[in-house]
């Protein structure tokens, strides 16, 4: 008789999803923007999503590998114009698993 085999579950955190974005934009596929431009696509991302009543979204940057010197230039300046917005709570670095320093996770105001 052979051995009986174990089913493991990977074990899941009860409150992994309150911490998920409900939503999430990616500036990936756009082409070149001009700054401008990152700010108008942002504002009307965000306004969709006050709209909608959700408190916590990403963006997806990119790492700026593909930008001249390598250097990121979308996520430091998107990261200054989300945090002059009014209704914006907080901004932070998205967690590994949903790209990291590639993405910027934001928390907007529930009001």
């Given at each position: 008789m052979g051995k009986k085999k174990r089913n493991f579950k990977?074990?899941?955190?009860k409150y992994d999803n309150l911490s998920k974005p409900q939503a999430e934009f990616?500036?990936?596929?756009?082409?070149?923007l001009i700054m401008g431009e990152?700010?108008?696509?942002?504002n009307e991302f965000l306004d969709e999503c006050m709209r909608r009543g959700l408190t916590k979204v990403l963006f997806i940057t990119g790492k700026g590998l593909h930008s001249r010197n390598g250097m990121p230039v979308i996520k430091p300046h998107l990261r200054k114009f989300l945090n002059s917005l009014p209704y914006v709570v907080r901004v932070y670095e998205g967690r590994f698993d949903r790209g990291g320093t590639g993405t910027l996770e934001v928390i907007l105001s529930s009001n």
């Amino acid at each position: 008789m052979g051995k009986k085999k174990r089913n493991f579950k990977k074990k899941l955190n009860k409150y992994d999803n309150l911490s998920k974005p409900q939503a999430e934009f990616d500036f990936h596929d756009r082409g070149i923007l001009i700054m401008g431009e990152v700010e108008a696509l942002a504002n009307e991302f965000l306004d969709e999503c006050m709209r909608r009543g959700l408190t916590k979204v990403l963006f997806i940057t990119g790492k700026g590998l593909h930008s001249r010197n390598g250097m990121p230039v979308i996520k430091p300046h998107l990261r200054k114009f989300l945090n002059s917005l009014p209704y914006v709570v907080r901004v932070y670095e998205g967690r590994f698993d949903r790209g990291g320093t590639g993405t910027l996770e934001v928390i907007l105001s529930s009001n």
